[in-house]
């Protein structure tokens, strides 16, 4: 089976979507002999590191192909120089891909341009909707056109399958019928055998995009209240984005300089000793699919506090494996954590570590795939 994935966002720019394509490409090729090749931009981050140039992997079955120019993530030319570029790729590649799987939003266009003419079967992946969410998010002229566009992309476009992470999608009318759910995965074994010494402190994380989706506002707003009543709780924040100078001046105004540290990108290894040295995971988003960084934080086994968005509430079990929260509410998040900081919560982590070893897996969700994509092209034949 010939594989193309459609992506927009790359290494060096992290995210849930290419962790997912990588874990679940990998494993296409190696476990089911897939040809797969992943398609997507050339890009670069704010501090300037760029992408490699196209590779090769598992003896050339596995190729990533980047299409320039290179630029930022959020730049328009770029993204729509990419839509182009990808859209002339599919339609005059000399491989006769098998299946095309478009991961949301924009390389739905490209896709579904390309198929007119040859003719292959549309995979659509959703990894989660700020539908009910951009107002919160972005308001103004900007705000409504990015809800019109993913909208339209997610609800409104015929693809012949559509796949979610997380069951809250089935929620949204839908042209797609007969949708798809396929669980995230998570390496476990990158957690396991590490021996970390956590301190004394309260070490409470937060891993992910600096970004209006995640709710970092509100969660250090919750900080100066937990901060109140236990000095010694720290808030580490890996990651970096669009808002890191808005939070680090916010910070500043609430005089946590002694509890918030931003430790910027970590990754590998020196990430899952992050979570390992860490006694909470908080997650504080506005919008969310099935969250990577919810199933590394059980991996090492950690509590979490999460808000009610999205998928989570789906894996979640409140009280027993971590907390829910509503979104936006820094009086509950704040409460929440000081539950966790206030008493010993690791049975939670243990329940939440045995739900991750006996559910998730990249090697169950690239099956899936491998399945799914097998009744696709059964049917378009």
Request: proline share 4%.
């Amino acid at each position: 089976m010939r594989i193309c994935f459609i992506i927009d966002s790359w290494f060096p720019v992290y995210g849930g979507g290419p962790i997912h394509v990588w874990e679940i490409a990998k494993r296409l090729a190696v476990d089911h002999g897939c040809s797969v090749d992943i398609v997507t931009r050339k890009l670069t981050t704010d501090s300037g590191e760029k992408g490699t140039d196209n590779e090769s992997h598992v003896d050339g079955n596995l190729r990533v192909i980047r299409l320039g120019p290179v630029s930022r993530f959020d730049n328009l030319f770029g993204r729509l120089w990419f839509l182009i570029r990808s859209f002339v790729y599919l339609l005059f590649s000399r491989h006769d891909y098998d299946i095309v799987n478009a991961q949301a939003f924009l390389p739905a266009l490209p896709a579904k341009g390309a198929k007119i003419f040859r003719k292959f079967p549309v995979v659509y992946t959703v990894h989660g909707t700020g539908l009910n969410a951009w107002d919160q998010m972005r308001g103004g002229v900007a705000g409504k056109i990015h809800r019109l566009i993913e909208k339209t992309l997610l609800l409104k476009i015929r693809y012949d399958k559509v796949v979610s992470v997380s069951e809250d999608f089935l929620q949204y009318p839908n042209v797609n019928k007969g949708i798809e759910v396929i669980d995230n995965g998570v390496n476990i074994e990158a957690f396991e055998g590490r021996r970390v010494i956590k301190g004394s402190s309260h070490k409470i994380l937060f891993v992910g995009r600096l970004h209006p989706q995640k709710g970092l506002e509100y969660l250090l707003r919750a900080m100066r209240r937990v901060a109140d009543e236990k000095p010694s709780a720290e808030l580490h924040i890996i990651g970096t984005g669009e808002q890191e100078s808005i939070l680090r001046r916010l910070v500043g105004d609430l005089h946590l300089e002694k509890n918030v540290f931003f430790r910027g990108k970590i990754f590998g290894e020196n990430l899952a000793r992050e979570y390992l040295s860490s006694h909470l995971f908080v997650l504080p988003s506005v919008y969310e699919g099935q969250p990577l960084t919810l199933l590394e934080a059980w991996a090492a086994k950690l509590p979490v506090v999460a808000t009610r968005v999205g998928g989570i509430p789906n894996i979640v079990d409140d009280g027993v494996d971590g907390f829910l929260v509503d979104p936006r509410n820094e009086k509950d998040l704040a409460v929440a954590i000081l539950r966790c900081v206030s008493a010993d919560h690791s049975s939670m982590g243990e329940r939440g570590y045995q739900k991750v070893k006996e559910k998730f897996s990249w090697k169950k969700t690239a099956s899936a795939f491998f399945d799914l994509y097998s009744r696709v092209l059964n049917v378009h034949r």
